[in-house]
């Protein structure tokens, strides 16, 4: 009775995790797991888990979500093995594509503008303020303006 349980459970956990997989259009993005590990098969054919630079390094080929969900499916050894964790963290370059898209209003923007008005003297130039050093005597107006 508990293995018909597993196997239900394990089943909806399938379920689930590759309607999630399909909704974040994520299906052809490289499967990686909560710590941002990238899933790869090993030569025996089990699942590893390993940095992008590790996998580049030594020639190993990355599985994406659905390489994982298809192991899954069809390889014994992962009948049981859950999962859903490692393609809750899948999401397609469109979907977040769309995301910045929709959220770019919302960051704002800031200004500022500063104005006033100063007199040439000799005594009070600072250093730096070439500009204002060479130019003629008499008054000036300046404005700082930003924008962020």
Known sequence: MQQINNVKFSKNSYDKAKEGVISNDAMNEFAI?????????????????????????????PLTNNDLLN??????????????????????????????????????SSEETIEGYTKKASDDIKEGAKLLAEAPEGDYKFTRYTKQ
């Open 33 to 61: 797991d909560n710590i941002g590990r990238v899933a790869y098969q090993k030569a025996d054919g089990s699942v590893g888990f390993d940095s992008w630079n590790n996998i580049k390094e030594n020639k190993l080929t």
């Open 71 to 108: 192991l899954r499916a069809y390889d014994t050894n992962m009948a049981f093995r859950d999962i859903s964790g490692i393609l809750s963290n899948g999401i397609g370059i469109t979907k977040i594509a769309d995301f910045i898209k929709d959220n770019l209003p919302t960051l704002g």
